[in-house]
Structures are given as structure tokens and as C-alpha cells.
């Protein structure tokens, strides 16, 4: 009877024993075969890559950096498609931004080409953002429409124009 117990006593420890060796050779093929993650040094800092020559080793040095990328005084950077689409005649997507290379906030005309009707007249739009829809004055019938947006760059007071551009708009209408 004793040598019984001895042997379910030796019978339970080597149970135990696989199963713990089971659960080792289990977690070391996971380790093992886990996708592996790059190794990456970590800062507390957030990085970003800029192609750039100027080096600013002070914040005068910094801010004639910025200066120079910026665009020059009498002109105007656009950042636009050339086309604005809509399904409805009169809700239109599109692109249109002021650059944040640009000195002044902007505010936008389009015309119709064809009778020089003004069908769009935007708010105020500070550097750095875009409109990506509009709607115009008028439901227009489809197909496709030749525009002129006028760009009007304004000085702080907002109310004096500092520059025009126009530049060719297609809207098209399906």
C-alpha cells in the first residue's frame, strides 16, 4: 500500500514536471517565433527628418532660416488642384490653400470665365490652411466650366490687399 502511494506521489510530481516543461518549451517557441520588432533608440524627444542645408545654431540664426523659405514680398506660393468636382452642380471638392510659405492671410474669388459672374467668394483664410469645398452661387448644369480664382492677399488690418494672383479653375459638374 505504501509502495501505491509512493508511486502516485512519484506519479503527480512527474505530471506536474511535464506540464511545467510543456508550458517552458510552449513560451520559448512563442518567444522564438514572435515577429520581431526593430530595435530603435528612444528619446524623449519626437524626431523629424527635414532635407536642409541651413544649420541655426542661435534663434536670429533660426528665424533668417524661416525667412528664406518663406515666400518673397510681391510674390504669392499656391498650393492647389486645378479642378473642383461635384454631383450636385453647386457642392464642389476641391484644394484650394493658402501656403504656409505665404506672409498674408488670403481670401478667394471664382468667376465664370464666360460672363465673369462671380460664383464663390471665400472667408478669410490664414496661412497654412485650405478649403476643401465650397458651394457657389448657383446650381450650374453639367459638364465643365472654365473659372479665374482671384487670390487676394491681405495685410494685418485685413482689409487692405497686399497682392492678387489669378489663376485657371475647372469646375466640373457630373
Known sequence: MEKEKSNNKKKVVLTIVIILLLGVIAFLV???????????????????????????LDEESLQKAVDALRAKDGTMALEMKATARSSDGQNFTCKLSN???????????????????????????????????????????????????VYNQVEDDHATVHAQVNIGLTLSVQ
Not at 30 to 56: G, H, K, M, N
Not at 122 to 145: A, H, Q, V
Request: with cysteine; glycine share 4%.
Open 99 to 149: 501656403s504656409l510659405r505665404n506672409n498674408y492671410d488670403m481670401f478667394m474669388v471664382i468667376y465664370l470665365d464666360e460672363t465673369q459672374e462671380e460664383l464663390y467668394r471665400s472667408g478669410l483664410i490664414p496661412t497654412g490652411k485650405m478649403i476643401d469645398k465650397f458651394t457657389t452661387n448657383r446650381k450650374l448644369d453639367p459638364g465643365e466650366y472654365e473659372c479665374t480664382i
Open 30 to 56: 512563442w518567444y522564438i517565433l514572435r515577429p520581431q520588432e526593430e530595435e530603435t533608440e528612444t528619446s524623449d524627444i519626437d524626431v523629424f527628418e527635414y532635407d536642409t542645408t541651413a544649420v541655426a
